[in-house]
């Protein structure tokens, strides 16, 4: 654990918050695995495990106002920027009490007043519209930081390279997160990139880049505190590489026939929460009550997360062309 | 091609002076409105639409752009989001085609896919149609694919008024609009009354009136198929020209208001004719007029072909004045 670069956030009440934080989603996916295999959640749904400490570690570094972009692997990030869980939920069942009227279901999480800008489900597809509101911000002349978060998969793509350009070219505040998971679906990274040190992609771009082990909850934090700090202060772009895993399917249709169990196994005692709990328990700062006591408190939420769903109600077909267009167009003309 | 527009104290200009009139009345009028694309500054413009607007607005507000079609079309959409009007450029409808995934997967898509959380007040400008033998690559007229869109709005200024007036409204939409500005328009010129400004973008307007035959057209054709009535009318037959004006949503109203008057339609539509416009228009002339139709529907498209550079070839590729001519006179039965 790298904590000496985080101390003022050492408190005990954040660490605990942190593991939280991470205990809610592991447990909140693990719920939608269930409900997927009951058929109440169907679609594509991909599930963080493994990946837990780059959106706790990194949302906490940012402000309510910030603003996030986001990917189909977005439950994470939605619930840790406080997008009600129940909302969330209500979106994986397709209800529209859902946070996205149950229009776009796992992969589209969108909250407006979370500053939360929706998981966008084609792969690079963000990062242009992060590089955007980096834009506004700039012409507007205001002080946030806006985040967008994109896999390995997507440092392939053409709009990667484009926004990244953009980006530095224009000095615009943008904190790339690149959650390098090892592989774009099936494709390891080595197979599909000639250079696999990612963060030197955004060097070649003059964008200020870091690597973090992902896996590492305050590392996370610790990292992205100086990256949004350096975004808000110097108005230019920043890179943060947060190496990590993910210790399931890609989705739930995958086989996974391109890797190993060993491998999967090789990296499952580097998981962020057992780790970082046994690490608080280890220096003596918690308890094993109080994340039986914690845990039961997510268990409640979520409880109440999926009776929510359940309890909700199917948008009426009269309203399937609705909000295709805004219902009230300004008037035109002069 | 001259037209002439009611008012007073006209002034001449060409559709490029209108197009820049516009952008230059928008920008002065809203701060949070600016224009971005490839070669929008310093060049002027690949078509000199915005030439000198550089020098006028400054180089954040008039926004040179990388060769990144994606990435900066994706970045007016986020920039829209966060509460800017951007104007993006892109050179020609060929290379729109590197933007289709953010127009199509973002653009079009946020504001139904978030249940209305977001919406994406965006106006894409670009050049659309052959006709300067600019060959397979800068010629071709797509704009009926992006009419094939739910959640963007579509238009083709064909007059000088629609140039200086269409833009102004299309900024003051929630949703994105695209406007396709033919090659060949840019140079035509006429008058408009110094005061011009916003006109609407959700009616077709017949530019002729005639009993015999409705000729419904958008853009670069509707100067050809004026020319085409001309030609008809000196063989007795009045045409009917309907502008469309708006190719997504399309007037429904007025097309078959024509179609019912004249009960013979031909639809002249510069894209392919496999999966065009025309066939969409058509149609609907089928679905909500069938039983005023006294003949077939007839259309003229560009030929099925990549657009070919030799001046002979690009002309035969396309819907030319004496084809609409042959056209009408076969729904007519007077071939």
Not at chain 1, 211 to 224: H, N, R
Not at chain 2, 146 to 172: C, F, N, S
Request: proline share 4%.
């Amino acid at each position: 654990m790298t904590v000496a670069a985080a101390k003022p956030h050492l408190s005990r009440e954040h660490m605990l918050d942190m593991l939280r934080q991470m205990i809610r989603i592991r447990r909140f996916e693990d719920k939608c695995a269930e409900l997927y295999t009951q058929e109440k959640i169907r679609g594509f749904m991909h599930l963080y495990d493994g990946e837990e400490a780059v959106a706790v570690g990194v949302i906490a570094a940012l402000e309510k106002r910030d603003r996030i972009v986001a990917t189909y692997r977005e439950h994470g990030q939605a619930l840790v920027r406080g997008v009600p869980m129940t909302s969330v939920m209500a979106e994986m069942y397709g209800k529209q009490e859902g946070c996205s009227r149950g229009r776009g279901g796992s992969m589209h999480l969108f909250n407006a007043a979370a500053n939360f800008y929706g998981g966008n489900a084609i792969v690079g597809g963000g990062l242009p519209l992060a590089v955007g509101l980096g834009l506004a911000s700039h012409m507007q002349g205001d002080d946030l930081v806006n985040a967008c978060f994109f896999g390995d998969g997507a440092v392939a793509e053409g709009e990667f390279h484009e926004s990244l350009n953009l980006a530095a070219l224009w000095q615009l505040p943008v904190l790339f997160v690149c959650e390098n998971n090892l592989y774009g679906m099936g494709t390891a990274l080595a197979i599909s990139e000639s250079e696999t040190d990612i963060h030197r992609k955004a060097e070649c771009y003059r964008i200020t880049s870091e690597i973090v082990d992902g896996m590492d909850v305050v590392a996370v934090e610790a990292a992205a505190r100086r990256a949004v700090q350096a975004v808000r202060d110097t108005r230019k772009p920043y890179f943060l590489e947060c190496r990590t895993y993910r210790l399931r399917a890609h989705s739930m249709f995958d086989p996974q026939l391109y890797r190993d169990k060993a491998e999967v196994d090789s990296w499952r005692p580097r998981e962020p929460i057992a780790r970082f709990q046994g690490w608080l328990e280890a220096n003596h700062m918690i308890h094993p009550d109080e994340v039986s006591r914690l845990t039961g408190e997510i268990d409640a939420e979520i409880e109440a997360a999926v009776a929510f769903a359940e309890a909700g109600t199917w948008e009426p077909v009269e309203q399937l062309s609705r909000f295709v267009y805004a219902d009230s167009v300004v008037p035109t003309g002069q | 091609m001259q037209q002439e527009l009611p008012g007073t104290d006209p002034i001449e200009l060409t559709y490029r002076e209108a197009v820049r009139a516009a952008l230059r009345d928008a920008l002065a009028r809203d701060k949070r409105v600016f224009l971005m694309g490839e070669d929008v500054g310093r060049y002027g413009g690949c078509y000199a639409v915005s030439h000198g607007l550089l020098a006028e607005f400054g180089p954040e507000r008039i926004r040179d752009t990388p060769l990144s079609e994606s990435g900066f079309t994706g970045a007016g959409i986020g920039a829209a989001m966060a509460g800017m009007r951007p104007i993006v450029e892109l050179m020609t409808v060929n290379f729109s085609l590197l933007a289709l995934d953010q127009i199509l997967n973002s653009a079009a898509t946020v504001r139904h896919m978030s249940g209305n959380q977001f919406g994406v007040p965006l106006v894409i400008r670009m050049a659309t149609g052959a006709g300067r033998q600019l060959a397979a690559q800068h010629s071709h007229s797509l704009e009926g694919w992006y009419a094939h869109i739910p959640g963007i709005k579509v238009l083709a200024p064909a007059t000088l008024e629609d140039a200086r007036g269409m833009l102004w409204t299309a900024l003051q939409e929630p949703d994105p609009v695209l406007i396709f500005e033919n090659v060949m328009l840019y140079n035509i010129s006429g008058k408009l009354p110094r005061d011009a400004g916003a006109v609407s973008i959700d009616k077709a307007v017949v530019r002729r009136w005639g009993s015999d035959v409705s000729l419904i057209t958008y853009g670069g054709s509707l100067w050809k198929t004026l020319e085409a009535a001309t030609a008809l009318a000196a063989e007795g037959i009045e045409a009917e020209v309907v502008d469309l004006r708006s190719l997504r949503p399309l007037d429904d109203v007025t097309i078959m208001a024509s179609v019912g008057k004249t009960r013979h339609a031909v639809v002249v539509d510069e894209g392919w004719r496999s999966g065009s416009l025309a066939a969409e228009i058509g149609m609907r002339i089928i679905e909500q007029a069938f039983w005023s139709l006294d003949a077939p529907i007839g259309r003229v498209c560009s030929e099925e072909v990549p657009i070919p550079y030799p001046r002979h070839l690009e002309n035969a590729a396309l819907p030319q004045a004496p084809k609409i001519v042959t056209a009408a006179k076969a729904a007519l039965g007077r071939a």
